[in-house]
């Protein structure tokens, strides 16, 4: 399994689209407001179509290392020490 960090940008009603699709993963974690990472075997591409379906927004993907750094995130920092690959 990989990790992906999501970014996007968009008014409420496309935030609130791109939160809805965000939950076809299982594993994800929110960090900042328009900011996830979620763990899959997806590819990015994939990651990117699944959840920007509907979603006219900016969107990126990025593929994790195992290096990270951060301070004040939304979710538990332990989450990502757990999942991040």
């Not at 996007?8 to 328009?34: C, M, P």
């Not at 997806?42 to 900016?58: E, H, L, P, T």
């Amino acid at each position: 399994m990989s990790s992906y960090i999501v970014c996007y940008e968009g008014d409420k009603v496309e935030t609130a689209k791109i939160e809805k699709a965000l939950d076809v993963y299982n594993v994800k974690a929110q960090i900042t407001s328009n900011v996830w990472i979620v763990v899959t075997e997806d590819g990015a591409a994939d990651v990117r179509g699944n959840i920007s379906k509907n979603f006219s927004g900016r969107i990126a993907v990025f593929k994790t290392d195992r290096a990270a750094a951060w301070r004040n995130i939304m979710c538990d920092g332990q989450w990502i020490k757990d999942n991040l690959s």
